[in-house]
């Protein structure tokens, strides 16, 4: 049981009747008795499974997390998706004295809120920070490091490595994914395209940073859904099994983007610029042209401001090519 005075979530063993944790079990029973009285279309599982919707331990589904701590040889809590993964990385760096850290721009738009909210200050010498946010491969722009240039960037000082696109749809190819850092972040949004389901994890390669980050998704959301994880549970195992179907959905992922891309090849330069990426990112990172006038156009893309790079614009390619064929056709008619 946790030494602390936290209400959460516990195992205690089969022996136990535990009556501590705000769970209305009878309410639930009722509901699903109601729900499955006439053949509701909305089917719920057999009442005596309901025990599986109850509240999760902080650290994640137990038998899920350790699947994930057996795939990375490291201690896993799951998240809220890996924006609560950074944020609950950063408050465990806090905790350890820290605060200052270096990320570089463009950076993540999150990172400058988050890294406020947990008392730790952007500092831009990289040099002289102590503590730093490695995205790599990188949102907005795509540049990418070695693995070689990764594990010489995380020597001597603390190191979040935000791997949300550190998986082979994304690397360059040739290039697999390594422990890097003192924590790693994934995402299942783009891991597998399943943004709506919330679930990331850290991956705490450093111990001491564990609890805190346990602590921290507990006191912020008591731990992580339990469907939106059996979800994800399912086809961690689905594709464990099925090495080949992975490899297949990481090439068919893979090319779709470089399909997406190639369209981009059409934007009028005096409308934007794309500039070159060093992985196979979901996103261009385009300079802005002189005629520039996306809202005319009525195409929604992001200026790089919210990056920390003015004068740039970001494009989500993850889509259809005839969609960003579209969007190409709107932004070259709708030029100022």
């Not at 350890?96 to 730790?120: C, F, K, M, Q, R």
């Not at 070695?146 to 360059?172: C, F, R, V, W």
């Not at 997406?260 to 990426?277: G, N």
Request: aromatic residues 10%; glycine residues 6%; charged residues 20%.
């Amino acid at each position: 049981m946790s030494s602390n005075n936290t209400l959460r979530k516990v195992t205690l063993g089969p022996d136990w009747i535990d009556l501590s944790y705000g769970e209305p079990h009878i309410i639930m029973k009722c509901l699903y008795r109601q729900l499955n009285k006439f053949g509701s279309p909305f089917k719920m599982p057999e009442i005596n499974s309901m025990l599986n919707w109850t509240y999760q331990p902080a650290n994640g589904n137990i038998e899920f997390v350790k699947f994930l701590e057996k795939k990375y040889d490291a201690k896993v809590v799951v998240c809220n998706g890996a924006k609560q993964a950074l944020a609950a990385s950063l408050h465990a760096l806090s905790k350890t004295g820290v605060n200052e850290i270096h990320y570089y721009a463009p950076y993540y738009p999150s990172n400058p809120p988050l890294t406020a909210d947990a008392g730790i200050s952007r500092i831009e010498d990289p040099t002289i920070a102590n503590a730093q946010i490695l995205t790599s491969p990188n949102n907005p722009d795509g540049i990418n490091f070695t693995n070689d240039e990764l594990l010489s960037l995380s020597k001597d000082k603390y190191t979040i490595h935000d791997g949300a696109y550190y998986t082979p749809i994304y690397l360059p190819q040739g290039q697999s994914p390594i422990k890097v850092g003192d924590i790693q972040l994934f995402s299942m949004s783009k891991m597998y395209g399943l943004s709506g389901l919330r679930i990331g994890y850290a991956v705490c390669h450093n111990k001491r940073l564990y609890q805190d980050v346990v602590d921290y998704v507990e006191l912020a959301t008591a731990g992580v859904s339990i469907a939106s994880q059996e979800i994800a549970f399912s086809i961690e195992k689905y594709f464990l099994d099925h090495p080949d179907c992975l490899e297949a959905f990481h090439q068919e992922a893979r090319q779709s983007l470089l399909d997406s891309r190639e369209v981009l090849k059409e934007l009028d330069p005096d409308v934007l610029t794309v500039l070159p990426s060093e992985s196979n990112s979901m996103f261009a990172w385009c300079r802005i042209g002189p005629k520039l006038d996306y809202k005319s156009a009525k195409v929604y893309i992001l200026e790089g401001t919210l990056f920390g790079q003015p004068g740039m614009m970001r494009i989500n390619i993850a889509y259809p090519p005839e969609v960003i064929r579209e969007a190409v056709r709107r932004l070259n008619s709708h030029k100022i």
